[in-house]
């Protein structure tokens, strides 16, 4: 049972490139997050998804796109990165969408752009 | 617009001693608090939760207040170990959470 997983750990990218961060879990958990961490300002939601096929935006959307083709398989792409993207993406996964379920969260990616 | 703020962004204590983490809100419609902790290079795990109908919520060293009027909640660990040392972060909600920027807590041996 290997929960939340992250792919990749570390990328460095130059301004411009595209890429996209998998986050896959094995809790058949229906909902999925993706946050990012930057100094100062906490865990920032991005977008999340209630369910396969499904996708909503978050706190901070602009400049991602995220997909949810299959259940345990949450998708977020950056289709031109800019340097403001410089963050660590944390992937996270619960069980409803109510504030009492725990999210489990992901080791997380550090992206870097150049 | 900060929802959550964790006005301390670090903390000293000293093995044995009590840490007292502190979170403030906005918004009156969350009704769920809860704590996570990070290590470094790894992601939040859960620490202890709290209900908005409820003031105070124990699980072993740690123990959670809550007090709505003021809006805040505060996180208690006695006694403070070394292996505490981490980043803590406070969330609120009713559906999505909404962190705070988090407190880093240093136990020093």
């Known amino acids: 049972n290997a929960g939340v997983t992250q792919t990749p750990k570390f990328r460095v990218l130059k301004t411009g490139q595209s890429m996209t961060l998998l986050c896959a879990q094995d809790?058949?958990?229906?909902?999925m997050y993706w946050y990012r961490q930057d100094p100062g300002m906490g865990l920032r939601l991005i977008h999340y998804s209630v369910g396969e096929g499904t996708t909503a935006k978050g706190e901070v959307p602009d400049g991602y796109n995220v997909s949810r083709l299959k259940k345990q398989n949450f998708l977020l792409g950056l289709e031109s990165a800019a340097p403001s993207q410089t963050s660590v993406y944390f992937c996270a996964s619960s069980m409803g969408l109510a504030a009492y379920n725990e999210q489990f969260f992901g080791p997380g990616t550090r992206l870097t752009v150049l | 617009d900060q929802q959550v703020k964790q006005n301390s962004p670090s903390l000293s204590v000293q093995e044995g001693r009590i840490s007292i983490l502190n979170c403030d809100y906005t918004n009156s419609m969350f009704d769920y608090f809860l704590w996570y902790k990070k290590y470094p290079a790894e992601g939040p795990t859960f620490l202890i939760s709290i209900s908005s109908i409820k003031d105070k919520n124990e699980d072993g060293r740690f123990t959670v207040f809550l007090n709505k009027s003021a809006k805040h909640l505060s996180l208690h660990i006695v006694p403070s170990q070394p292996g505490d040392s981490a980043v803590y972060f406070c969330a609120a909600g009713f559906q999505k959470l909404v962190f705070g920027t988090g407190t880093r807590l240093l136990v020093s041996p």
């Open positions: 809790m058949n958990h229906e909902y």
